[in-house]
């Protein structure tokens, strides 16, 4: 006998037939989901964002594993070498690596483009299974997957949206349908997740959403799941072992944990500011908020179907929405947490099927559709890179006007040797351009909220900017042409002017 909340699974549900779909409107579909899916692709393509400031450093610690066939436990790239320091994201650095050196600058953007199709077929897969009408599924997976065009740059954080939408695609078939047996790839997929990208974590607290309402619902009717306590108890476990298997072992929950702890970044790194609604985008993400966190209220105020059945309440779109809400509001990077749960939750409201039913729409059989989805693509993939003239001279234009790629020239030309002090941004850049231990990069979580800060207020020509001992002790300074220090050094008796241009400026202290 079935538990009160635990909706049984059809045994032998009857076939049912569909509707015929003509040959005809299955090639059209199938030339509609290739526009879907190559519209985000092709805003990557434009956008062919190659200067990113943490790319740099990781590909220089995938370096670091190669020419040493270990992964690091201590860091061997700033001025504090030797302290301990863990390259958590190892696999994406391997990976970004290998693009770079087969296709240099051109492979940062093919690894971006991969990864935003990828995602843009997950949200897609995520939403047709719960949204009946093709069109509906269309528009709404192009919406969420425009929304995140922000974070479409060469960052780990890509995988990580990748294996989230992956993720709920399998819980919530799972509870709507019943099919236990998908939560088997969960265990895989965190084998992987751990070794690419830190936010495994945000799963895991998804995971545990649905095995609390599983729990729960063994007891309170109006919870209501088609999934055991026993399967998502057993999955959760399961997924946290496969988290162990990395080169830090359960040490990773310790690194997790710094991170989340660690309030400076919220304050000094710009990509971890709450968004500040500049962008289209931005507004798309709160407009699915609020769509999605209205289709539940009106879901939970919908009489059941039968007099004599108890009402049904969402209880785990309305805790994953919470949690939602709080991770993409605290940090715009995490923007990506609204879009996908929203997306899934207005996907499943719209289509006003209950937890009950089982998919009613014919779906077009992807042996006859996939060849002509993949086919489109790639054709307008390869047109798009053309017209958008994604080559190696505009991506080094693009390097050369954000990093400073001319002064690491004459500080090479010149030989000029360290200690080196440089500011936040350029710190990734200059640990691959120059190899030269540097006084502060993106790897925030390894500086510490103290030596940021200290950073930031000397580059902003704070009052005691002359006392840090990083500065002092440096015999080689790079930074912003318009920097606040940058002038006062103009000015310094102990430093001398080496080389200038429109970005950068380069000091090197009088003998």
């Not at 790629?405 to 030309?413: F, I, L, S, T």
């Amino acid at each position: 006998m079935d538990a009160p909340g635990q909706v049984p699974t059809p045994s032998a549900e009857q076939p049912r037939t569909p509707p015929h779909i003509s040959r005809a409107n299955q090639i059209a579909e199938a030339f509609v989901l290739a526009a879907l899916l190559a519209a985000p692709a092709l805003v990557c393509l434009h956008m062919a964002l190659v200067s990113d400031p943490d790319v740099w450093w990781h590909m220089r610690a995938a370096q670091w594993i190669i020419d040493h066939h270990s992964i690091p436990h201590a860091d061997p790239f700033s001025r504090i070498a030797g302290t301990p320091w863990q390259a958590y994201s190892w696999l994406f650095d391997l990976i970004v690596l290998k693009c770079f050196n087969r296709f240099g600058l051109a492979g940062l953007v093919a690894y971006s483009t991969a990864l935003v199709l990828a995602i843009a077929a997950a949200i897609y897969h995520l939403i047709r299974r719960l949204q009946p009408d093709f069109s509906l599924a269309v528009l709404l997976a192009l919406v969420a997957s425009l929304s995140l065009m922000r974070l479409f740059t060469p960052r780990p954080w890509l995988f990580t949206i990748l294996f989230f939408t992956l993720q709920l695609d399998i819980l919530m078939h799972a509870r709507r349908m019943g099919k236990s047996k998908e939560l088997l790839w969960l265990p895989l997929l965190y084998v992987l997740w751990a070794n690419t990208h830190i936010q495994f974590i945000d799963g895991l607290v998804v995971l545990a959403i649905a095995l609390g309402e599983s729990i729960f619902a063994r007891w309170w009717t109006p919870a209501r799941t088609r999934v055991s306590p026993a399967w998502l108890g057993g999955t959760f476990i399961a997924c946290i072992l496969a988290t162990f298997l990395n080169p830090y072992g359960i040490g990773i929950y310790k690194i997790a944990y710094g991170l989340a702890s660690q309030a400076g970044a919220l304050k000094f790194i710009a990509e971890m500011h709450a968004l500040e609604f500049r962008s289209p985008a931005d507004f798309c993400m709160v407009f699915l908020a609020l769509a999605a966190t209205a289709a539940l209220a009106w879901r939970t105020a919908q009489p059941p179907r039968e007099a004599s059945s108890p009402r049904s309440l969402p209880i785990f779109e309305a805790l994953l929405l919470a949690f939602a809400a709080v991770v993409s509001f605290r940090t715009g990077r995490d923007m990506w947490v609204m879009v996908i749960a929203a997306s899934a939750i207005l996907a499943q409201s719209i289509s006003a099927q209950s937890i009950d039913s089982s998919e009613t729409k014919h779906r077009p059989a992807a042996v006859f559709t996939l060849p002509i989805t993949v086919a489109a693509l790639a054709v307008i993939l390869f047109l798009g890179s053309r017209v958008l003239r994604v080559n190696q001279a505009r991506l080094q234009s693009q390097l050369a006007d954000h990093f400073p790629v001319r002064a690491v020239e004459a500080v090479r030309k010149n030989n000029y040797s360290g200690p080196l002090f440089n500011n936040f941004d350029w710190g990734g850049y200059l640990i691959w351009s120059l190899r030269m231990p540097v006084s502060v990069d993106g790897r925030a979580d390894f500086y510490g909220d103290k030596r940021l800060s200290r950073s930031f207020s000397t580059w902003n020509a704070a009052s005691d900017w002359s006392s840090n001992p990083d500065l002092q002790s440096a015999n080689l300074v790079i930074g912003p042409v318009d920097a606040p220090l940058t002038q006062l050094l103009r000015l310094d008796p102990h430093f001398q002017l080496a080389y200038e241009d429109k970005l950068a400026a380069v000091f090197t202290r009088r003998k």
